[in-house]
């Protein structure tokens, strides 16, 4: 069965843009969450999704936003990118509640300059 | 919140050897994850656990859970090994808690 799909894989944005970055779950998956990996940093906890409603958010500024749609796909926003936001997101998905396995996607490489 | 702690850092080793790659966390949890990362980004999950012990090929994971601590191992050692393995905890709508990672090389 198909994996967890991000696009794009690599983005170059200039300081002040705003990007929007797609995540599209494995088939029957319900709840999609995000993360932040960066080399200071290490992997954070962005936001999560389940049936179109965020249920959760990490320790993120407004900038940082998401949704989720009907068919479980999902996208999150930076707006006012900055130049501390380069980093590679991921996002994973999972059947459902907490004690399930995770599939995550490639990560989309954010660059900002 | 949860802290999750993991050891070595970093880890070289030669092929064959037996590896062992520690996690400690502080809050009780349902679920610890272990997962790879290979450079280029792409995260596979390894194991997902609650209690005891799980075995695939040549990876071995066991928690405890009163002692708050997990470990991942892995028998025979292959070059093919080297990647990051981090440990995760938690999940739902609190989303998971991350080790720093384990980076381990494996020469031939």
């Known amino acids: 069965k198909a994996g967890v799909t991000q696009t794009p894989r690599y983005l170059i944005k200039t300081r002040g843009q705003q990007v929007t970055l797609s995540c599209s779950p494995i088939?029957?998956?319900?709840?999609v969450s995000w993360y932040q990996q960066t080399p200071g940093q290490g992997l954070q906890f962005l936001f999560e999704?389940?049936?179109?409603?965020?249920?959760n958010k990490g320790n993120f500024p407004g900038r940082f936003s998401g949704r989720q749609f009907s068919n479980s796909r999902s996208e999150m926003n930076v707006s006012t990118l900055e130049l501390g936001d380069s980093a590679l997101y991921l996002c994973a998905s999972s059947l459902a509640a907490r004690n399930y396995g995770y599939t995550f996607g490639s990560g989309t490489r954010l660059t900002v300059v | 919140k949860n802290e999750v702690e993991q050891s070595p850092q970093n880890l070289t080793a030669q092929e064959g050897e037996f590896i062992t790659i520690n996690c400690s966390y502080s809050?009780?949890?349902?679920?610890l994850h272990w997962l790879q990362q290979h450079p280029g980004g792409g995260i596979v999950s390894l194991f997902m656990l609650s209690s005891g012990k799980k075995k695939h090929g040549r990876l071995i994971a066991t928690i405890n859970i009163q002692e708050k601590h997990s470990s991942l191992h892995i028998t025979a050692s292959h070059p093919r090994d080297s990647a990051v393995y981090i440990c995760?905890?938690?999940?739902?709508?609190?989303?998971?808690?991350f080790g720093k990672g384990t980076h381990l090389i494996i020469q031939p």
């Open positions: 995760a905890v938690g999940g739902g709508a609190d989303g998971l808690t």
């Open positions: 999704y389940f049936s179109e409603t965020q249920r």
């Open positions: 088939s029957g998956h319900r709840s």
């Open positions: 809050v009780g949890i349902s679920a």
